[in-house]
């Protein structure tokens, strides 16, 4: 019950920005390495799908073929998401502590009851 009344402390402009340069370098690397190691992976496979192609396996060739474009693209998405960031942390919208009190409100549903 007193927890209710407890505020979370605020933090200053300058912690707020170490923060939110955290959390956008580690997205950043996160999403830039599985990217490019993708874009790699989906190219080998791009690669040996085109060999497969110019052999007597023409249509294993081409199936492998097209799931090495899908990882390729998905490769370029990850990537373009490890790239692209807010400007500053004003663009984000903060985060609101809701004040629950569902719990005195809230009715006992009998399963059985037909409404």
């Known amino acids: 019950m007193a927890d209710q009344n407890v505020k979370a402390p605020r933090?200053?402009?300058?912690?707020?920005?170490?923060?939110?340069?955290?959390?956008?370098?580690?997205?950043?690397?996160?999403y830039t390495v599985s990217g490019l190691a993708s874009?790699?992976?989906g190219l080998i496979v791009v690669i040996?799908?085109?060999?497969?192609?110019?052999?007597?396996?023409?249509?294993?060739g081409f199936l492998i073929g097209g799931?090495?474009?899908?990882?390729?693209?998905?490769?370029?998405?990850?990537?373009?998401?490890?790239?692209?960031?807010?400007?500053?942390?004003?663009?984000?919208t903060p985060l609101e502590i809701r004040e629950d009190n569902t719990t005195d409100e809230a009715e006992a549903v009998d399963d059985n009851t037909i409404a």
């Open 11 to 30: 933090r200053t402009r300058t912690g707020r920005l170490r923060a939110f340069d955290r959390a956008r370098w580690m997205k950043m690397s996160k």
């Open 39 to 41: 874009i790699i992976a």
């Open 48 to 60: 040996l799908g085109i060999l497969l192609y110019t052999a007597s396996y023409y249509q294993a």
């Open 67 to 92: 799931f090495g474009v899908i990882i390729v693209i998905i490769g370029i998405v990850r990537l373009l998401i490890g790239f692209i960031n807010p400007a500053i942390p004003e663009d984000l």
